[in-house]
């Protein structure tokens, strides 16, 4: 069964600093990963879509990698800021059964 | 851009009743999903559907029942509502495999 981990579970940061967020997964079998934000008692809001055969997607000061082999991906946040604040999840796509596994998320918190 | 819309933000409702929660996309996507949200468990999936009147259980159907009779429609129904049914439900969609999930902004229902 896919297992979707993200490391740390809470991280609080100075404003301006850069950030990595960490997701690994336990089968490589996957269509594509997705990083979504979610901010407190609201959904979740896409920020990147990465496909198997992708290695990075960027999207302003926002860059996703994957590793699929060694079942891994990275949130790189650039110069970071109070509005960052929230909660970011990763997800990935199955082949066998269609649907998305999350993790568990990882909770910013960026201080002015 | 792609919308996901649920009907409330905000439900209560009583043990015993029946309770339907809506869920309508406007960008013709096939596959539609019911998620619950509860801290420390993540996020889990209820029921998915493929097309119009297809469905599938997901890890924790018990106690749901869901309805597709149009494409952009997905209903979540919980047959005789519980306190344990108490939580954030989330409605995604997408279409095929390549493309990420769209959330909808969430029902934060609670049974009393």
């Known amino acids: 069964k896919q297992e979707v981990t993200q490391i740390p579970a809470a991280l609080s940061v100075p404003e301006g600093e850069n950030l990595v967020l960490n997701c690994s997964f336990t089968d490589s079998a996957i269509y594509n990963l997705q990083w979504f934000r979610q901010d407190p008692g609201k959904g979740l809001t896409s920020l990147l879509l990465i496909q198997s055969s992708q290695r990075e997607q960027t999207s302003g000061r926002l860059n996703a990698s994957l590793d699929k082999s060694s079942g891994r991906s990275t949130l790189y946040i650039a110069a970071s800021q109070p509005g960052d604040s929230a909660t970011y999840l990763c997800?990935?796509?199955?082949?066998?059964?269609?649907?998305?596994?999350f993790g568990a998320g990882t909770r910013l918190t960026v201080k002015p | 851009d792609v919308k996901v819309t649920q009907s409330s933000r905000y439900l209560v409702k009583r043990t015993g009743e029946k309770v339907f929660l809506e869920c309508v996309q406007d960008m013709d996507h096939e596959n539609m999903f019911w998620y619950r949200q509860d801290p420390g468990l993540g996020l889990r999936l209820i029921y998915f559907s493929y097309d119009v009147k297809m469905k599938e259980k997901g890890d924790i159907p018990e106690g749901y029942s869901v309805s597709r009779e149009k494409k952009e429609r997905f209903s979540l129904i919980l047959e005789s509502a519980s306190t344990n049914q108490t939580s954030m439900y989330l409605c995604?969609?997408?279409?095929?495999?390549?493309?990420?999930?769209?959330f909808g902004s969430g029902t934060r229902l609670t049974v009393v």
């Open positions: 995604a969609s997408s279409w095929d495999t390549y493309y990420g999930y769209t």
């Open positions: 997800a990935v796509r199955l082949y066998n059964n269609n649907d998305m596994r």
